[in-house]
């Protein structure tokens, strides 16, 4: 097959699959994880509600490498981040951070991200210093760049077993994990009409 047409092949998988993963997490309204069929319980919920961002962000990080031509290893913050400025997003209504009631087991938990099991799950040091400005320097997230920051590093956190859901109760984190898969779907509408 020529090389365009692997290319063009390329591009319209990543637009077909990456678009139906983030509308799938989009419609998912009332999502839970593990729940039976007697009683939904509040960590099933929260672990669907994380899940649900997960999927939004796969499927929105396989759309953007489509729409920007990036099929290879490249500096894939730069991409998006060209993507964000390019979609012509109307202004960023601020994401305020939770005011969790025990701030020493929040530091303790985004402490261990500079160990090694927080590497060995994936967690990087980008990850926690973006949650760390936000949760513990309570710095409201106030950009469209910064909104999907803390989504990569809420998502990496709880695809990688980092951030369990009893931990996002606790931290009162479901309105921001809401908030963030909601923000990653607003940027591709707004890219997909731009660039499209």
């Not at 077909?16 to 419609?27: I, K, N």
């Not at 020493?104 to 060995?120: M, P, R």
């Amino acid at each position: 097959m020529p090389t365009y047409l692997e290319h063009i092949n390329k591009v319209f998988w990543g637009l077909t699959r990456g678009e139906s993963l983030t509308r799938t997490a989009l419609e998912w309204h009332n999502p839970a994880i593990g729940q039976t069929q007697k009683k939904i319980k509040k960590d099933d919920k929260l672990r669907g509600i994380q899940w649900r961002l997960v999927i939004a962000y796969s499927g929105f990080e396989i759309t953007v490498k489509a729409l920007m031509n990036c099929f290879k290893p490249t500096s894939k913050g730069e991409t998006f981040k060209n993507f964000i400025q390019k979609c012509d997003l109307p202004n960023y209504s601020p994401l305020t951070p939770p005011q969790p009631r025990e701030q020493e087991d929040l530091e303790k938990w985004l402490s261990k991200g500079e160990g090694a099991i927080a590497k060995f799950l994936g967690v990087n040091q980008t990850d926690t210093k973006v949650i760390n400005r936000w949760m513990i320097q309570s710095n409201e997230i106030a950009s469209w760049e910064e909104a999907f920051k803390l989504a990569k590093a809420l998502r990496n956190a709880s695809a990688h077993g980092f951030l369990s859901p009893s931990k996002a109760q606790q931290w009162e984190l479901e309105p921001a994990l809401r908030t963030l898969a909601d923000d990653l779907g607003t940027i591709l509408a707004y890219g997909l009409k731009k660039l499209t």
